[in-house]
């Protein structure tokens, strides 16, 4: 298993890697300050999206065999941890885990914890500080789930070698499908 280095690492080396933190335009480096709360935000709407798929018990629509809320989860941790790469912010360590290492399930609760770590992160940088404390506990929060609502065993660290290797190869996520009308831009 990769330590919290690695894994900030080894996601922001695949999103840089993959042009997100480039202009598309020019190909010049992005400030990634200003994008900071915009990053975060896309990490709510994961977190939304894990609940969704929780609630009904949907499978995840891009890698099939797993679970929904699952791939999501792994998604918030890739966004969490290219985000501090970006930022150039080491994981955030202390003594205190808040009971992070325990392992949780799918519940509103965990949810919601996911949700108030990543308040803290953009009300750190909204007065100047460093969103390292909230991103990082939100990684940890969600790389403890260890089942959903419904008692379905996930694997959320396995989930996240699964989508960056999946996407590693989204033609959505390539710089010119991204450049055209109607490609993603973040």
């Known amino acids: 298993m990769m330590n919290m280095k690695e894994l900030i690492d080894t996601c922001h080396g695949a ?4 042009g997100w933190w480039s202009d598309l335009g020019t190909g010049l480096p992005l ?5 900071a709360a915009e990053k975060i935000a896309l990490c709510h709407s994961e977190v939304s ?26 998604d918030v941790v890739i966004r969490c941890a290219d985000l501090l790469g970006a930022l150039g912010e080491a994981p955030f360590e202390d003594d205190d885990d808040y009971g ?10 965990s949810m919601l914890d996911i949700h108030a770590n990543l308040s803290e992160a953009v009300e750190a940088l909204r007065k ?3 969103p390292a404390k909230g991103l ?22 396995s989930a996240v070698h699964a989508k960056l290797s999946f996407n590693a190869h989204r033609s959505d996520h390539k710089i010119a499908a991204r450049a055209a009308a109607g490609g993603k831009k973040w």
């Open 15 to 18: 999103s840089k890697a993959a």
């Open 31 to 35: 400030d990634p300050l200003p994008l």
């Open 49 to 74: 999206e894990a609940y969704i798929a929780d609630l009904y018990g949907l499978m995840d629509d891009k890698l099939t065999d797993r679970l929904g809320y699952e791939v999501e989860l792994a």
């Open 100 to 109: 992070l290492d325990a392992p949780c399930c799918g519940t509103m609760e």
């Open 128 to 130: 100047g500080g460093s």
């Open 136 to 157: 990082t506990h939100a990684i940890k929060r969600c790389l403890k789930v260890s089942f959903d609502s419904a008692g379905e065993p996930v694997d959320v660290m």
